[in-house]
């Protein structure tokens, strides 16, 4: 069974600064699909950015990239000029290529940031 | 385009009790995915419908049960309600049941048990 380890239950930062959120994850499969997911308190989840796994270049979405590291079976998430709105909790998730489509998550990491 | 929508927003039932959710999929979506949510935890994955079908489920007991209806919505029906069945519980709609589609999520039912 795959599991997704975040191991960082709470990330501060100050606007306008960097910040990496870390992920691991534990999978046989050898293509696969990451995501990272954002619940800010209305608690609809919103898709951040995705990555698949057969593919070697990091996943770019504006300020949000990804540092994807296959052989580690890492997954970070780098958020650059960290905003208010930016606030959340934030989650780590695989899925598998065959078969059905379930997204198996994290625990979360919730991120704070200060003006 | 209408997005995923749940009801009702919130719920209070009592232990023992049978409690149903619903959830709209977004248009042209066949595919409904259900998640339980518990406080300070990451989703975990219920059951899955394709198309009026379960085709997947995940570590949950035959109370939790679901339907898929002809226009893709879908309801979540949970018999004998237990404290720990108290929740947010999501439901996810997506193109089809398997590849790459991404997964839209609703705003969740928050649902407690006392």
């Known amino acids: 069974a795959q599991t997704v380890t975040q191991s960082q239950p709470e990330m501060s930062v100050q606007e306008a600064e960097t910040v990496t959120l870390s992920c691991t994850y534990d999978?046989?499969?050898?293509?696969?699909?990451l995501f990272w997911y954002k619940q800010p308190p209305s608690r609809q989840m919103i898709l951040v950015i995705r990555?698949?796994?057969?593919?070697?270049q990091n996943a770019t979405e504006n300020r949000f990239s990804v540092n994807f590291q296959k052989a580690a079976k890492s997954f970070s998430l780098k958020i650059s000029d960290s905003q208010l709105g930016d606030a959340a909790m934030y989650f780590c998730a695989y899925r598998r290529v065959s078969g059905y489509s379930t997204l198996t998550f994290g625990k979360g990491t919730m991120l704070l940031v200060s003006p | 385009e209408t997005g995923v929508t749940q009801s009702p927003t919130h719920l209070i039932k009592t232990r023992g009790q049978q409690v149903t959710l619903r959830c709209s999929s977004q248009?042209?979506?066949?595919?409904v995915s259900w998640y339980q949510q518990a406080l300070g935890q990451g989703p975990q994955f219920i059951f899955q419908y394709y198309r009026e079908e379960e085709n997947g489920r995940g570590n949950f007991p035959p109370r939790f049960s679901g339907l898929q209806f002809p226009n893709y919505s879908s309801e979540l029906n949970v018999n004998a309600l237990e404290l720990d069945d108290s929740a947010l519980y999501l439901c996810a709609s997506s193109l089809d049941s398997s590849g790459g589609g991404e997964q839209y999520f609703g705003p969740g039912t928050r649902l407690t048990v006392t």
């Open positions: 999978t046989s499969e050898s293509d696969y699909y």
């Open positions: 990555q698949e796994a057969y593919k070697q």
């Open positions: 248009s042209g979506h066949n595919t």
